[in-house]
C-alpha cells in the first residue's frame, strides 16, 4: 500500500475513527486503525471496540499502490498531530508502516489483519435526520444522562421514534431533559424506542453537526449514524428509562417567565457564595424576581425582571449546578419556568415552542 495525502486530512479522519478505540482490551488488535486504499483514489479509516465502530472515507492526493494495513491507533493519532502541514506519504514497507511528510518520518509496526474482526453492517435505516438539528437536541438533553456505570440504562439517552418526531430524552434521577424534532422515516419505517449510551450518542451528533440529512438505522442491538463518507454504529443499552409523561404533568401551577441569559448571569453570579449543594433561592413577586445564596455573613443577592402568573409568590430554590446545566442549553430569549411550589418538581421550557423541556426538583428555600 502506497498513498499521498494531505496531513490535516489524514489527521481529522484518524482522530475520528479513533474515538471509539477502547481504552484497554484483552485483544490488542482491537486498538488499531484499519486504513484501506482503494484504486479510486480514496482512504477509508476504521476502528471498532465491542460497544461502537467507526469508519470515515476521505479524498487522497493519489493511490500509488492498493492495500490494507493496520496499526495501533492511538499511536497513529499521535503521530498525526505533529506532522507538519501539507503532502503525507503512506506506505507499507516490509511490516512497518512509514509515514513521511517533509524531511519528517516514522515507523508503525503493522498488526495481524487476520485477528481483526469484521466490521459490523450498518442496521436496516429507518429514516432521516437533519444532522445540525439532531447535534443541538442530543447536546441539551445529553447534559441531564447520569454517570453512574451501576446504573447503566440511566447513562444512556432515549431516543424514540414515532411517526414524522423524534423523542430524545435523559435522567439521571434528579433531572429529566427531553426534546423533540423533526425526522423523516423511511416508507414503512415502523416506530422504535431505544436507549442509546450517551457518550457515544454525544459524540456522533457532534460530527453530524452541519453536514445535512445522516441516515439512521436500527436494529434490536445496535444503531447506526452515516452520512456521505461516514458511518458510525454503537450498541444499544438494556432497558428502559422511567416515562416522563407523568412527571411533566404538573396540573395546576403557577408560572414565571423571565430572561434565559439574564437568569445564567444572575445564577452564575449569587452562586459563588454558595458551597456545596447550598441551593441558589428564586423569588417571584409581581414583574420582579429575587436571586439569593448563601448563609449567615456569605450572601449574595440580585433583582431581576419577571412575570408570574398563577400565584401571588413563589419561591423556589435549586441546586445551582442543576439549574444551570438547564438553563445553558435552552435557546429562547425567554424561559418560562412551571413551578408547583417549594420542595415539589419544576418544569423550565424553551420559551419559543416548548419543544425543550427540562424538569428539576427543587429544594428547601433559604431561611
Given at each position: 500500500?502506497?498513498?499521498?495525502?494531505?496531513?490535516?486530512?489524514?489527521?481529522?479522519?484518524?482522530?475520528?475513527?479513533?474515538?471509539?478505540?477502547?481504552?484497554?482490551?484483552?485483544?490488542?488488535?482491537?486498538?488499531?486503525?484499519?486504513?484501506?486504499?482503494?484504486?479510486?483514489?480514496?482512504?477509508?479509516?476504521?476502528?471498532?471496540?465491542?460497544?461502537?465502530?467507526?469508519?470515515?472515507?476521505?479524498?487522497?492526493?493519489?493511490?500509488?499502490?492498493?492495500?490494507?494495513?493496520?496499526?495501533?491507533?492511538?499511536?497513529?493519532?499521535?503521530?498525526?498531530?505533529?506532522?507538519?502541514?501539507?503532502?503525507?506519504?503512506?506506505?507499507?514497507?516490509?511490516?512497518?508502516?512509514?509515514?513521511?511528510?517533509?524531511?519528517?518520518?516514522?515507523?508503525?509496526?503493522?498488526?495481524?489483519?487476520?485477528?481483526?474482526?469484521?466490521?459490523?453492517?450498518?442496521?436496516?435505516?429507518?429514516?432521516?435526520?437533519?444532522?445540525?438539528?439532531?447535534?443541538?437536541?442530543?447536546?441539551?438533553?445529553?447534559?441531564?444522562?447520569?454517570?453512574?456505570?451501576?446504573?447503566?440504562?440511566?447513562?444512556?439517552?432515549?431516543?424514540?421514534?414515532?411517526?414524522?418526531?423524534?423523542?430524545?430524552?435523559?435522567?439521571?434521577?434528579?433531572?429529566?431533559?427531553?426534546?423533540t424534532l423533526e425526522?423523516?422515516?423511511?416508507?414503512?419505517?415502523?416506530?422504535?424506542?431505544?436507549?442509546?449510551?450517551?457518550?457515544?450518542?454525544?459524540?456522533?451528533?457532534?460530527?453530524?453537526?452541519?453536514?445535512?440529512?445522516?441516515?439512521?438505522?436500527?436494529?434490536?442491538?445496535?444503531?447506526?449514524?452515516?452520512?456521505?463518507?461516514?458511518?458510525?454504529?454503537?450498541?444499544?443499552?438494556?432497558?428502559?428509562?422511567?416515562?416522563?409523561?407523568?412527571?411533566?404533568?404538573?396540573?395546576?401551577?403557577?408560572?414565571?417567565?423571565?430572561?434565559?441569559?439574564?437568569?445564567?448571569?444572575?445564577?452564575?453570579?449569587?452562586?459563588?457564595?454558595?458551597?456545596?449543594?447550598?441551593?441558589?433561592?428564586?423569588?417571584?413577586?409581581?414583574?420582579?424576581?429575587?436571586?439569593?445564596?448563601?448563609?449567615?455573613?456569605?450572601?449574595?443577592?440580585?433583582?431581576?425582571?419577571?412575570?408570574?402568573?398563577?400565584?401571588?409568590?413563589m419561591t423556589v430554590?435549586?441546586?445551582?449546578?442543576?439549574?444551570?446545566?438547564?438553563?445553558?442549553?435552552f435557546t429562547a430569549?425567554?424561559?418560562?419556568?412551571?413551578?408547583?411550589?417549594?420542595?415539589?418538581?419544576?418544569?423550565?421550557?424553551?420559551?419559543?415552542?416548548?419543544?425543550?423541556?427540562?424538569?428539576?426538583?427543587?429544594?428547601?428555600?433559604?431561611?
Amino acid at each position: 500500500m502506497e498513498i499521498h495525502i494531505d496531513s490535516a486530512v489524514l489527521t481529522e479522519a484518524v482522530a475520528w475513527a479513533a474515538r471509539v478505540l477502547p481504552a484497554r482490551s484483552p485483544m490488542p488488535v482491537l486498538g488499531g486503525l484499519l486504513l484501506e486504499a482503494g484504486e479510486e483514489g480514496a482512504l477509508s479509516v476504521s476502528g471498532l471496540d465491542h460497544e461502537a465502530s467507526a469508519r470515515v472515507e476521505v479524498e487522497t492526493a493519489g493511490t500509488v499502490t492498493p492495500g490494507r494495513a493496520l496499526v495501533l491507533g492511538r499511536r497513529l493519532l499521535d503521530i498525526c498531530k505533529v506532522l507538519p502541514p501539507g503532502r503525507t506519504v503512506l506506505a507499507v514497507e516490509d511490516a512497518r508502516l512509514s509515514v513521511t511528510s517533509g524531511d519528517v518520518r516514522f515507523g508503525l509496526s503493522l498488526l495481524p489483519l487476520d485477528s481483526y474482526p469484521a466490521a459490523p453492517a450498518l442496521p436496516p435505516v429507518l429514516g432521516e435526520v437533519d444532522g445540525g438539528a439532531f447535534a443541538e437536541a442530543v447536546g441539551q438533553v445529553a447534559a441531564a444522562a447520569g454517570r453512574d456505570d451501576s446504573l447503566p440504562v440511566l447513562t444512556g439517552i432515549r431516543l424514540a421514534l414515532d411517526g414524522a418526531v423524534m423523542t430524545l430524552a435523559a435522567t439521571d434521577r434528579y433531572r429529566y431533559a427531553v426534546r423533540t424534532l423533526e425526522w423523516h422515516p423511511a416508507a414503512g419505517g415502523a416506530p422504535a424506542d431505544v436507549v442509546v449510551p450517551a457518550r457515544r450518542l454525544t459524540e456522533t451528533a457532534r460530527s453530524l453537526a452541519g453536514a445535512g440529512r445522516a441516515r439512521v438505522g436500527l436494529d434490536a442491538h445496535s444503531i447506526g449514524f452515516e452520512r456521505a463518507g461516514l458511518r458510525t454504529t454503537a450498541r444499544l443499552l438494556d432497558g428502559r428509562l422511567p416515562r416522563h409523561d407523568k412527571l411533566f404533568a404538573l396540573g395546576e401551577h403557577a408560572v414565571a417567565v423571565t430572561g434565559r441569559a439574564a437568569l445564567v448571569e444572575a445564577v452564575r453570579r449569587v452562586a459563588v457564595v454558595a458551597e456545596g449543594d447550598s441551593p441558589v433561592q428564586l423569588a417571584f413577586e409581581g414583574t420582579s424576581l429575587r436571586l439569593r445564596a448563601g448563609y449567615e455573613d456569605d450572601v449574595a443577592s440580585q433583582m431581576l425582571p419577571a412575570a408570574l402568573d398563577g400565584a401571588g409568590a413563589m419561591t423556589v430554590a435549586f441546586n445551582p449546578n442543576y439549574l444551570l446545566d438547564a438553563l445553558t442549553r435552552f435557546t429562547a430569549e425567554d424561559v418560562r419556568l412551571h413551578l408547583l411550589g417549594p420542595g415539589q418538581r419544576a418544569l423550565l421550557a424553551d420559551g419559543a415552542d416548548g419543544r425543550h423541556r427540562h424538569l428539576l426538583m427543587s429544594v428547601k428555600p433559604l431561611v
